[in-house]
């Protein structure tokens, strides 16, 4: 028996012996085995660095899709038409400055019980009262948006119609059509009025005056304000769209109060 020195195969004759050496342990094909491997590996190599590149140039042209869309978007952005308020809060009050009674009256334009308010017992108590100088009407928002669509535009239109003095006058439109609060509706009833279109509807597009409001419900909240209409008479409280009757006892007994 032949026996491989590298392998230690047996074999029967020398001849058979030779032919594996030089088939398997043959340096040659030992080199030419090597060869193969090192190109393959080279190959998965070059095959890995491609994908990676592929992969990479797509988080490239995303990265710039991104900061293209920011970019525009940022661009656009600054030459939007702007509108920049005259006061920070709402300060839409009726009646004389010094008056002995002060009715505080939280409200929502799209509530019906605030519209009764302000079309059946308003004008009653701003002829008898207001207009006389007894009585200062003070208007804070408080749209219950959580029912009222058109609540929170509303107010921010009469707030934009505020900054053209014509807070009462938009205040009355709004009350008298309840049934139309949307936007096409509130820059028409600016025209209507007389108001500078291009203004108003800067205004209230932009958004600016939802922190007026905000800041009206906010403190509406601190007071314990949670339906509209809400009223404070000189503090005392009067919730609800009440009587005449109601508004008028409770202000007769304020004035009292002062006089005596």
Known sequence: MYKCDQCEREFNTETGLSQHKNDKHDATS??????????????????????KGKHNMKMILIAVGILFVLGVGYYAYSFLPGYTPSSQGSNNT????NATVTILEYSDFQCPFCGKFATDTAPIIKTD????????LVFRH????????????????????AEQGKFWEMHDLLFTNQDAL?????????KDLGIDADAFNKCLDSGV???????????????GVTSTPMFFVNGVKISGAQPYSVFKSTIDNELRKSAA
């Open 30 to 51: 030992h080199d030419k085995r090597e060869q193969k491997k090192d190109q393959l590996s080279k190959a998965r190599e070059e095959e890995s660095k491609k994908v």
């Open 94 to 97: 009726l009646g004389a400055r």
């Open 129 to 136: 009262y207001v207009d006389t100088g007894k009585v200062k």
């Open 142 to 161: 408080f749209p219950l948006t959580q029912i009222h669509t058109y609540a929170q535009k509303s107010a921010e239109a009469s707030e934009c119609a």
């Open 182 to 190: 949307y936007i096409t509706a509130l820059k028409q009833y600016a």
């Open 209 to 223: 005056m939802a922190e007026r409001i905000r800041a009206d419900a906010a403190e509406g909240g601190r007071r």
